[in-house]
């Protein structure tokens, strides 16, 4: 299966924002250090900050 693309400038996956998560990263301007996810489009940076913090709630929940 194809990868899903969440931020095309750098190249970060689904699977790579799921990743960070279960290593524990638990706020979004560690996951930007650590990935550069919309670190350059704002519009990238708003829809990626709503969806981690989705992942992060469904992670925590289990
Ligand atoms: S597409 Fe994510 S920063 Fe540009």
């Known amino acids: 299966m194809?990868?899903?693309v969440l931020?095309?400038?750098?190249n970060v996956t689904l699977e790579d924002v799921k990743e960070q998560i279960i290593l524990g990263v638990d706020n979004f301007e560690?996951?930007?250090?650590?990935?550069?996810?919309?670190?350059?489009?704002?519009?990238?940076?708003e829809k990626n900050e709503k969806l981690f913090k989705i992942l992060l709630?469904?992670?925590?929940?289990?």
């Open 2 to 4: 194809e990868k899903e």
């Open 57 to 62: 709630e469904e992670e925590i929940k289990g």
């Open 30 to 45: 560690d996951l930007q250090e650590i990935t550069k996810i919309g670190t350059d489009c704002p519009p990238c940076k």
């Open 7 to 10: 931020c095309c400038c750098h």
